[in-house]
């Protein structure tokens, strides 16, 4: 059975850029001092008119443009991890395909997850290319929860941020992936959801009203319990962590960095502290790109190896919307 890795990431950040100060505008109650510190971001890509699959197809050239010995021949499965499609059917997947102008031999298909989206696309594409069914896994994020937020939430627009990364998984390359633990929670679905525009509610219900804090609650837009999030991470996050270290082997000492799915900093810094993490092996840098969904663990992949930090074992783990969560170990030369 053959190995796999990651042998290169990229991503693409929409131009439209809103910072805190344009948030404040928006909803004078706040302040840019009171955004930061609530979730610890300055400022979010926002990608407007640009679809899915323009942001999917916008990844994979940086992709092929940032590794020019990467050729599209190559390529034979593109995997896309999305919940905001171009359509309900085709797949956004094959629209990328023909963008980059792939091979017909290649598969392509989509995967609707959240947070931990990330991991569950490496754990598919790691058994595509251990057990010989592809050799070259151009796996891609693109979410733009922006687009399902209401216009005055305010707090979901201080938190999210649209993106896309493109990631080959090889079967050589500078990060090894290693044995997965993955999990799901399909109880608490209802904690973070958007009811509307699925098979079972189609059409918009246009119902909606506000809570005592002036705070937007609609069918037809992203609907997020923050507290119950919040439990269910404290509650699943230390086990899995400790699950990943004993399923590789592995001891809390072995690891040199811990990249988790960026949600917003006042909960990383809490699981940071739970579990005991050197700050120095914390990677965090959400600052000036937000909460991106699946996309904000490949982003800080991609940054924290152009910043020398890659190296040795790393453990990566997303947790949020389904609910569901999953980690890994990468072992990165």
Known sequence: MAESYIKAISYYLPSTVKTNDDLVKEFPEWTVEKIASKVGVNSRHLAGSESISDMATAAALNLFQEN????????????????????ILPPTACIVQANLSLSTNCGAFDF?????????????????VDTGIAKNVLFITSESYNKHIH??????????????????????????????????????????IVRTGGSLIPHKLEDT???????PISSDHLFMNGGEIFNFTLRV???????????????????????????????????RKFLRIDPDKFFINMENIGNTVSSTIPIALADAKSMGKLHGKVLIAGFGVGLSWGATILDCN
Not at 166 to 178: P, V
Request: charged fraction near 25%; include cysteine; charge should be negative.
């Open 112 to 128: 609707n997850l959240g947070c931990s989206g990330y991991e569950y696309g490496l754990a598919v594409a790691k058994g595509l």
């Open 237 to 271: 996050v230390p086990s899995m962590v400790r699950d990943t270290l004993s399923k590789n082997k592995l001891s809390k000492e072995d690891i040199n960095l811990y990249v988790f799915h960026q949600a917003n900093t006042f909960m990383l810094n809490h699981l």
């Open 151 to 192: 216009p005055k939430d305010k707090g979901n627009k201080t938190i999210f941020g649209d993106a896309a990364t493109a990631t080959l998984i090889s079967t050589d390359g500078f990060a090894k992936i290693g044995d997965f633990v993955l999990g799901t929670d399909g109880k608490g679905a209802e904690n973070l």
């Open 209 to 215: 009203r506000f809570d005592d804090n002036g705070n």
């Open 68 to 87: 020019p010995r990467i050729s599209r021949e190559d390529i034979d499965f593109v995997i896309l991890c999305t919940q905001s499609p171009d359509y």
